[in-house]
């Protein structure tokens, strides 16, 4: 079957880098993406990784390894704003995503 | 885990026709169910709230009579896109709501890939 692992919930510390991987196992791959999702609004997309290697976009950064069906996504310089979850999804063979359950990030002063 | 299906998952249609895209949550009940449309590299564009046995609350600028949404049981919610035209080609997603006392958890569906030609 199709499966997208994540970690449940996370916890860091304001100002510091935290790393939220994301591994899968789908059928195809046409594309991962990563969101924020602040419960009661519509997730934001943060990175969309098609290609092997490192997407940086100012504090975030995902990284992807087709090969080894995994990728993270990087968080520095964490601010109280950064609490969220954040989804991990696959766009599989059949151009379908994938969802992961999300991992919830607590910020912490 | 909790699992929505969509259905069709890729549909091609004709501008002027409609198309109706099916939400399922398969093994829970969902009170709240929420229709989501996406542009490549973009974030999800929330265009309603459906809540079972009631109107949809759509977002500002969203046609609700353009996007029908009704949510018929607390498994089901569809939307149909009415005289659709190709603007409206795009990647609609839903996601149902599952109530966890004050919090809740939110699960989404695999997308639907609307073509209107």
């Known amino acids: 079957g199709q499966n997208i692992d994540q970690p449940t919930e996370m916890t860091a510390t304001e100002g510091a880098i935290v790393q939220i991987n994301c591994t899968y196992q789908t059928s195809g791959f046409n594309g991962l993406f990563w969101y924020q999702h602040h419960a009661g609004e519509a997730p934001t997309f943060l990175s969309n990784?098609?290609l092997d290697g490192l997407e940086e976009k100012g504090r975030f950064s995902s990284f992807l390894s087709r090969s080894k069906g995994y990728s993270y996504l990087l968080l520095k310089e964490l601010q109280m704003k950064d609490s969220a979850s954040y989804l991990c999804a696959v766009l599989d063979s059949n151009y379908q995503l994938i969802w992961g359950a999300g991992t919830k990030l607590i910020i912490k002063p | 885990g909790a699992v929505v299906s969509q259905h069709p998952s890729w549909v091609i249609c004709k501008s002027g026709t409609s198309v109706k895209i099916e939400c399922r949550s398969l093994?829970?009940?969902?009170?709240?169910m929420f229709w989501y449309r996406q542009f490549p590299k973009q974030s999800l564009m929330l265009m309603a709230t459906?809540?079972?046995?009631?109107?949809?609350?759509?977002e500002q600028g969203v046609e609700k009579d353009k996007f029908l949404i009704n949510h018929a049981s607390l498994t089901l919610s569809t939307l149909t896109v009415t005289s659709a035209h190709p603007e409206d080609s795009s990647f609609y997603i839903c996601?149902?709501?599952?109530?966890?006392?004050?919090?809740?958890?939110?699960?989404f569906g695999p997308g639907t890939r609307l073509t209107v030609t």
């Open positions: 996601s149902a709501r599952v109530d966890q006392g004050a919090a809740y958890e939110q699960y």
């Open positions: 990784n098609v």
């Open positions: 093994d829970f009940q969902a009170t709240t």
């Open positions: 459906s809540n079972e046995g009631s109107k949809a609350t759509y």
